[in-house]
Structure formats: structure tokens, C-alpha cells
């Protein structure tokens, strides 16, 4: 049997939502500022992450999200977001408010878990509008990415979906 709570885990994180299936990725540039991101990726291999376990409220489950040990430069960084509510990974700021997660879909018996991920305020997580001038990853149109966001931004509410491994 897999359980959810009182356990942390790392797993990687896909887009559930219908018509917007997909991985999501890491923005990577030269430019400081301008680099990790986190982007609709479409079909590049998705991100890991950890999933530190924090507590559990009546309705959430609450982690500190990192990137996983297959991230390279981005491993161990905190998932937090920008003053504009982008999310982003994170080495040097600080950040200490814990993910929500709210569960939608969990089961047992594979570990597949869907569910909203939500910021300290309770925004979900979001699909934010086309930009044309962001900074995807390397060598693909930015165009052809959205960046995801949170707080009071516009945008799809992203259903994530992640595996979580059964206890060794």
C-alpha cells in the first residue's frame, strides 16, 4: 500500500488537464534572470522533483518542493515564486512558505496522485496566457511555451500528476 502522508518523495511531474497533457520544463539562458522557469514543456522529458513532506492540514497536504538529483545545477532548489507570481527555482532567495497540495485523484494501489497545487495564499497553480517573448529551453520556439504561475494571474488551473514510489 502507498500512503500520502508523513512521507516525502521524488517523482517526476506532468500536466493532467485535457488538451494540455504535457511535461514541464525548465527555462535555461545565459542571461540571469531569465533562467528556471517553469514552463509547459510539451513533449521534452518533464522535471524531478522532491516532494518534502511537511504536514497535513484538514484539507491539504503541505511540502517544501526542491528540484530532484537529475536537475544538474537546479538540484536542491526551492520551488518558490517571483514578486509577479511566476514559479521558479530558486538557490539563493528565500523561500520558506510550504506547496499545497489538494488531492484529486489518488490510487493505492499504482501511486498515481492528480492533484492542485496550490501557493501559501491557496491560489492554484496556473497555465499563464502566451507570451512570445519568453525564454524557453534551448533550442525550442518560445512561442511555444507558457509559463506557470500562481497567485492572482490569469490562466488554466493545472491538474499535476506525479507517481509516488511505494514504500522500500
Known amino acids: 500500500m502507498i500512503t500520502l502522508t508523513e512521507r516525502s518523495f521524488t517523482s517526476e511531474i506532468t500536466i493532467a488537464n485535457v488538451g494540455l497533457e504535457g511535461s514541464i520544463a525548465l527555462t535555461r539562458a545565459e542571461i540571469p534572470g531569465r533562467s528556471g522557469w517553469l514552463v509547459h514543456g510539451g513533449t521534452q522529458p518533464s522535471l524531478s522533483l522532491v516532494f518534502n513532506y511537511r504536514e497535513k492540514t484538514q484539507d491539504r497536504i503541505l511540502y517544501d518542493i ?7 545545477d537546479y538540484a536542491g532548489a526551492k520551488l518558490g515564486l517571483s514578486v509577479g507570481g511566476f514559479l521558479g527555482l530558486y538557490h ?3 523561500v520558506t512558505e510550504p506547496w499545497k497540495i489538494e488531492v484529486l485523484l489518488f490510487s493505492n494501489s499504482s501511486g498515481k496522485l492528480h492533484f492542485w497545487l496550490r501557493d501559501s495564499e491557496g491560489y492554484r497553480v496556473s497555465l499563464y496566457p502566451r507570451d512570445p517573448h519568453i525564454y524557453a529551453p534551448a533550442g525550442i520556439a518560445a512561442s511555444r511555451y507558457d509559463y506557470l504561475a500562481a497567485g492572482n494571474n490569469p490562466g488554466e488551473p493545472l491538474i499535476f500528476s506525479v507517481k509516488v514510489p511505494p514504500l522500500p
Open 66 to 72: 526542491v528540484g530532484g538529483p537529475t536537475m544538474g
Open 92 to 94: 539563493k532567495a528565500q
